[in-house]
């Protein structure tokens, strides 16, 4: 059976699709089959919407605080049912938090600005950025879309700022790494409108490297 949902602590996790744009050098599926004890993320098939809404359904709500749309792969790769679920749950429980963990890139992927899309569906939206330089972007994800990546990122980030209440960008990283480069990152996040938050090492990561 395929894992569709998944727990983490007081969040369930979607799982919608396995397709990625990006093959970043960090990417914790090269690693594992899942993340932090989950079962397999590895999908047969990608779920309908009717599908993903019956698994939420069989969750213990009293137990969660947050809904986080997050599996292997990326989740604007499946915009339509991402959404449809999305806004269900927001009408069901206005209260329940909802959260997108993406790469930013939903606007290439759909051939068209999709920001605008998450109203009142969303309640955050957290991008993986990892670097101000548009070059070291596209060595450290190597997106499909070579060096219009970064600046559709960066575009999604400022208009997603303008559609949802929170919008957290994120760099893999820890206090004793290159200080420098986190400034840089956090100035670029605040001049989009959003914050800034650096993550911790996953399975070794090193993504700003140790003096």
């Not at 397709?19 to 594992?32: D, E, G, H, I």
């Amino acid at each position: 059976m395929q894992t569709i949902v998944y727990q983490i602590k007081d969040a369930v996790y979607v799982n919608l699709t396995n397709r990625c744009p990006c093959a970043c050098t960090f990417c914790l599926r090269t690693k594992a089959p899942g993340v932090y004890g989950s079962p397999s993320l590895w999908l047969e098939r990608e779920p309908s919407a009717g599908e993903v809404q019956e698994a939420l359904g069989a969750q213990d709500w009293t137990r969660f605080r947050e809904v986080v749309f997050c599996g292997y792969g990326e989740p604007t790769e499946r915009l339509d049912v991402l959404l449809e679920v999305a806004g269900s749950l927001k009408a069901r429980d206005p209260s329940l938090r909802v959260r997108v963990n993406t790469n930013g890139l939903s606007d290439l992927v759909n051939g068209r600005p999709t920001a605008a899309l998450f109203v009142g569906k969303v309640d955050c939206i957290s991008i993986s950025l990892n670097t101000d330089d548009p070059d070291e972007y596209l060595a450290l994800c190597r997106p499909k879309f070579g060096p219009a990546a970064f600046p559709a990122l960066l575009r999604f980030a400022r208009e997603a700022a303008q559609a949802v209440p929170e919008v957290v960008l994120t760099v893999v990283g820890e206090p004793v790494t290159d200080l420098a480069k986190q400034t840089r990152c956090r100035a670029l996040a605040e001049s989009l409108g959003a914050t800034l938050r650096v993550r911790p090492f996953e399975n070794g990561t090193r993504l700003f490297p140790v003096p």
